[in-house]
C-alpha cells in the first residue's frame, strides 16, 4: 500500500497497531514472511511491502487487492482509499476473512502457509474484491460497486456480481471461469471448483440465481441455473448441469443432473466442502435413472 493511502488514514492506522498483535493469523502470516525472507533474500522487497510493512492483516489485504486491481484508469492509491473509507464505514465488510483463509489452507492441499493465498490465491483475491464490491452496493454507491466487479473480473477471471449474498469460509478452488448472479445465495463452508456458473434460466427478474446452503461442494465445470436450492451437505458432480432442487446431502450428476448417491451427513466434518472428495459412490447409490 502506498505512504499515500496510509497517511490519509492515520488515525485508523494507529488504532490498528494496537490491535493487530492480538490477531494470531496476523502474527502467522507476518512470521512466514520473515521465514520467507530468510530462505530467499530477493523475496526481501515484496514481503517488506505487502505483509511486514503493514500494520495488520486488513491493511495487507487491502494493499495487495490494490496492487492488483490498480491500472492506468483507476490507480493503486485510489483503490486503496476506498477500499480503505470501506473499512472505516462498513465494519461487516471483513467478518469473514479469517474463516476465508482458514478455509483455503485446510481443503486447498497446494497451500501450506497462509500467506499464500493472502498473496498468490486469485480465488481468494476475487472473493475479497467480491466483499468490498457488496459492501459498495449495500451502502448505494452501485457504480462503484460494479466497477470493482468488472476490475476483479478482468484481473482473476472470477465474475461475482457484487448484489449475491456470501458466507464465510467460502473457498473458490483454481476460480478461472467461475460466475455467480446478482440474486445467488451462499451459505457458509461451501467449495466451489472451477469454470462454476451459479446462473440464470433466461430474462426473468427477481429473485432467479440459486440458494447453496452450507457445506455444499460444487465440482468442477458445474452449471446450476434457476431459482433452485442445494441442500445442506450435497455434491455436484464436475460438469454437472443442475436445473432442479438438490436434497440435503445427496450427490447428483448428469446432463440434466440426476441423484447418483446419498451421503450419510453426521457432523461438520462430513462436509462434502471440508472433504473435498469428488469420487462415487459415497454410501449408497440410488437406482439409475432416478430423478431429483
Known sequence: ???????????????????????????????????????????????????????????????????????????????????????ETDEATLTHLHRDLLAVLDRDPACHRLIEPLLFFKGFHALQSYRFSHALWRAGRKDLALFVQSRASARFQVDIHPGTRIGAGLFLDHATGIVIGETAVIEDDVSVMQNVTLGGTGKDEGDRHPKVRRGV??????????????????????????LDPVPECATVAGIPAKIVARDICTDDASMPSVRMDHTMPLQSIVDEGSGI
Not at 492480538?22 to 502474527?27: E, F, L, S, V
Not at 465440482?219 to 451437505?233: M, P
Open 1 to 87: 500500500m502506498t505512504e499515500h493511502a496510509l497517511a490519509a488514514h492515520s488515525t485508523k492506522d494507529a488504532s490498528a497497531q494496537l490491535l493487530a498483535p492480538t490477531d494470531p493469523i496476523w502474527r502467522s502470516i507476518r512470521d512466514e514472511a520473515l521465514q520467507a525472507v530468510d530462505r530467499d533474500g530477493a523475496t526481501g522487497g515484496l514481503f517488506q511491502a505487502l505483509v511486514l510493512g503493514q500494520p495488520s492483516l486488513e491493511y495487507a489485504l487491502v494493499g495487495v487487492l490494490a496492487a492488483r486491481l490498480g491500472d492506468t484508469l483507476w490507480s493503486s492509491d485510489d483503490i486503496s482509499a476506498l477500499f480503505l473509507d470501506v473499512l
Open 217 to 242: 461442494l460444487v465440482g468442477a465445470g458445474a452449471k446450476v441455473l434457476g431459482n433452485i436450492e442445494l441442500g445442506q451437505f450435497s455434491r455436484v458432480a464436475a460438469s454437472s448441469v443442475v
